[in-house]
């Protein structure tokens, strides 16, 4: 064993504030609910969306999904992240391109605590299929909620604002 001098380590300067990992911060959120529980909302018209934090680049999203409630497919931008869901079920379908060039269609069926990471180019859909209603918590990093309705090519999996 060797030690280093300190001096020879060159540190960034984000050292000792470094970011958390978008999935970390969820599952965070989704544990500790009197951080939202008075903003939850569950709304028959329309699928539930607020704010509930906004730290360094990142925003912190709760929403609520009644039974049939979906998000088509869409985009995140430039925006990296994830979710969690912290209670019922949730269907995330995913087109794009597997390594063999194939184009394949991965169903994601999530549980509560089950994550999804998200980041530049990545599609998806997302529903409630559940006879319950679902709750989840989303971080969206480096570019704020961000979502763009767009058409995935199945012969390609070209991701296309629509
Ligand atoms: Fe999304």
Known sequence: MFAVPENTI???ETAGRLAKH??????????????????LRYDPDHRF?????RTDGDEVWLLSWLPGQHAVMHDHGDAVGAFTVVSGHLTESVTRRAPAG????EVHNLA???????????AH?????????????????????TTRPVHVDPFTAEVRPT
């Open 102 to 105: 194939r184009v394949v269609t």
């Open 112 to 122: 509560q605590g089950q994550s999804r990471v998200f980041g530049p180019g990545y």
């Open 10 to 12: 060159a540190l960034p």
């Open 49 to 53: 969306a607020t704010l509930i934090d």
């Open 125 to 145: 859909e997302v529903r409630n299929d559940g006879p319950d209603p679902a709750i989840s918590i989303h971080v969206y990093r480096a570019a704020g909620r």
């Open 22 to 39: 978008p999935v970390r911060i969820a599952l965070d959120y989704a544990v500790d609910r009197d951080r939202w529980r008075t903003s």
